[in-house]
């Protein structure tokens, strides 16, 4: 079982989630005399039956379509819609359900990367696990974690990374410093059996915990019981799961208030060099103990603002950013119709002039010459 220290109360909590019993109780010295902390973590009400109703494999179904209707397994599956959609539905609600196999291929964006796709039907109960899951879990996560939730994302966690500069250096008048770090093979190295003791924590259904292990152990990376597949939506939710536990740690027991997380990449920012660097042991210790995860040793680094610090594909500055080399050459390999207004959306969350201009006039070459797709 990951360490509890971090175990919290939420003292505001929306419809979908209520107090539970507490967890642990604490007895501390404070003046003489003894007093009792609580800790408590807030429960999932949504039940078994609400996440595999035909309404909410339905509606699955509608948010799982978009931008999908021209695939050929798509179009396969609904040949015979309602009849797939009433077969998962009578083999979920008498537990019979068994996720399938996974098609594997790979894909560069940027690295390369191994993508596992499941089948639609297995597609789709994702989406319906989601719908139910990600509201309450939402609810959980830190401000600052950023990556794949709604209203977050990369531009974000700039934003934030630049606020948290300013603070930290006290509106540039003293040197800001960047502890940066990378967590190695991310994907491949969560725990299944963590995990699901984390998702019991919150989750009081026996059924649902059941029907989350089946999704859970039906991958494995390199050994039995360890990875996530790149490719689940509910992997996404998983893994911001799992990492809650460490944002909650760097948020309540080391009390990093400079703290921000995308993914594997996170950032903490000071004005106090020797801080950042006792901070190490600490996050590794944790990372290690707690959630059998480890830093990648050559993309550990403390440096100033000033140096240009490279985070979500941006060189930050004190008072700019600019992008990096390796992403403008991949938007100019990229560029056509389809991509063309959403590059220049993103370069104006930077110093991107000059490059938008290279852009504009590449992509009236592309034009001119009739290589517009």
């Not at 039956?49 to 309404?55: K, Q």
């Not at 019979?96 to 790979?106: I, L, M, P």
């Not at 709604?150 to 630049?162: D, Y």
């Not at 995990?195 to 059941?210: F, Q, R, T, V, Y």
């Amino acid at each position: 079982m990951p360490m509890d220290f971090w175990q919290y109360c939420i003292i505001s909590a929306p419809q979908q989630i209520h107090f539970f019993q507490p967890l642990q109780i604490r007895a501390k010295a404070v003046g003489g005399g003894l007093y009792r902390q609580i800790f408590m973590k807030i429960q999932l009400t949504h039940t078994f039956e609400d996440i595999i109703s035909l309404e909410n494999l339905l509606e699955a179904w509608k948010e799982f379509l978009r931008g999908k209707r021209n695939k050929k397994d798509i179009q396969e599956f609904e040949r015979n819609f309602m009849g797939n959609i009433i077969q998962l539905h009578s083999e979920l609600s008498s537990k019979n359900y068994k996720h399938g196999g996974y098609q594997s291929f790979k894909i560069n964006d940027p690295k390369p990367r191994n993508i596992h796709k499941a089948s639609v039907r297995d597609r789709l109960l994702h989406h319906a696990i989601h719908r139910k899951l990600y509201p309450f879990f939402d609810n959980v996560f830190t401000t600052d974690s950023c990556s794949c939730r709604l209203n977050k994302g990369t531009h974000k966690a700039v934003n934030r990374f630049r606020e948290f500069a300013y603070k930290a250096s006290k509106n540039n008048t003293k040197t800001c410093w960047v502890l940066k770090c990378d967590i190695r093979k991310f994907f491949d190295n969560i725990d299944h059996e963590i995990l699901i003791n984390i998702l019991e924590s919150h989750i009081p259904d026996k059924s649902i915990i059941l029907l989350l292990k089946e999704i859970i152990n039906s991958f494995s990376a390199k050994q039995e019981g360890v990875g996530l597949p790149l490719g689940n939506l509910t992997s996404q939710l998983f893994v911001n799961i799992y990492m809650n536990e460490f944002d909650q740690f760097m948020k309540h027991k080391i009390k990093a208030i400079y703290y921000i997380r995308y993914a594997d990449d996170f950032v903490v920012l000071s004005d106090d060099r020797a801080y950042l660097a006792n901070l190490i042991p600490a996050i590794k210790e944790f990372l290690q103990e707690s959630l059998k995860l480890g830093l990648h040793p050559k993309k550990l680094s403390i440096s100033t603002i000033a140096s240009g610090i490279d985070f979500l594909g941006w060189v930050n500055f004190p008072n700019h950013r600019i992008l990096r080399t390796k992403t403008k050459q991949r938007m100019f390999k990229k560029i056509s119709d389809k991509n063309f207004q959403s590059y220049l959306g993103i370069l104006k969350h930077g110093n991107g002039r000059k490059i938008e201009n290279d852009i504009l006039s590449k992509y009236a070459s592309i034009l001119i010459n009739g290589q517009a797709v």
